[in-house]
């Protein structure tokens, strides 16, 4: 009897203290593998600690978004998760990209339908591998994933919501994006919109420097939009590239037609 009693005390003082772990560590979204890392810090046998996080859901202390993947629930006192959180929760690594950059930076008037996420191609992640862009849906909001290479994971600043935080593509990495992937970003006349709109802020050595970085054709695009804006800066004629020949379309999501610009080596394909 004596021992039933101290394995209910015992299990009522573990339950407290990984609630509590999770709470003051930030695993505001977190999966299986951190319940486990926190459980060795407090001394939990681990697979107790699977019991405690399925008592805490049955509490409404824990939310599950998908098998082995849980949230802290509003009853903890915390402020609202955003999806952003969830995805820095879901993909590893992550980068909060694209549309929804472009929402993050106030360079659209519009409310992207999905969160743009992009990660690497051996990221862990909770979609199917094989492709480069792939979705998944959790709590009836779409996520779409895009794979990129190693050497265009960059240009990401850390931005906070509440007591929450996430990655997302920095003003001049979401631009990039914008002239690399217009079909991800609204079309290519929501991209010069949002170009317009981030003059006044933009970096414009940084951005000739992520361009030159990411490819020819995303290099001559954001210059030839830039002179299409009045930007005159000599910097923008690096963007050229006249050490490589052939033309590259204007707008990478539209079909090969149009006239030419010998200066920019561009179809302009509107």
């Not at 929402?103 to 492709?131: E, F, I, M, N």
């Not at 030159?212 to 030839?224: E, K, N, S, T, Y």
Request: glycine share 8%; net charge positive.
């Amino acid at each position: 009897m004596l021992d039933m009693y101290k394995q209910k005390v015992t299990g009522k003082t573990e339950k407290v203290r990984l609630l509590q772990a999770l709470i003051e560590g930030g695993l505001r979204v977190f999966e299986t593998e951190a319940v486990k890392d926190v459980s060795r810090e407090l001394d939990i046998d681990l697979a107790y600690s699977l019991n405690i996080v399925s008592a805490l859901v049955r509490e409404g202390w824990l939310v599950p978004i998908k098998k082995g993947a849980y949230k802290l629930s509003r009853s903890t006192g915390i402020s609202p998760i955003h999806e952003f959180e969830i995805a820095m929760g879901l993909v590893k690594p992550a980068m909060i990209s694209y549309y929804s950059a472009f929402y993050h930076h106030s360079l659209t008037d519009q409310v992207p339908k999905l969160v743009y996420v992009s990660t690497l191609k051996a990221g862990s992640t909770v979609y199917r591998r094989g492709s480069q862009s792939s979705k998944f849906t959790l709590e009836g909001i779409e996520y779409r994933v895009i794979q990129l290479k190693n050497e265009k994971f960059y240009g990401s600043e850390k931005a906070w919501r509440g007591e929450g935080y996430y990655w997302v593509a920095d003003l001049e990495r979401t631009l990039i994006e914008g002239f690399a992937s217009p079909q991800y970003c609204g079309g290519f006349k929501e991209v010069m919109y949002g170009l317009e709109e981030a003059i006044p802020k933009l970096n414009l050595e940084k951005l000739i420097n992520y361009a030159l970085q990411w490819d020819i054709a995303v290099g001559r695009r954001i210059g030839w939009a830039l002179e299409e804006l009045n930007v005159k800066d000599e910097q923008i004629l690096k963007l050229v590239q006249v050490e490589h020949p052939g033309y590259r379309r204007l707008d990478a999501s539209s079909p090969t037609k149009g006239h030419y610009s010998n200066k920019w080596r561009l179809q302009i394909n509107l």
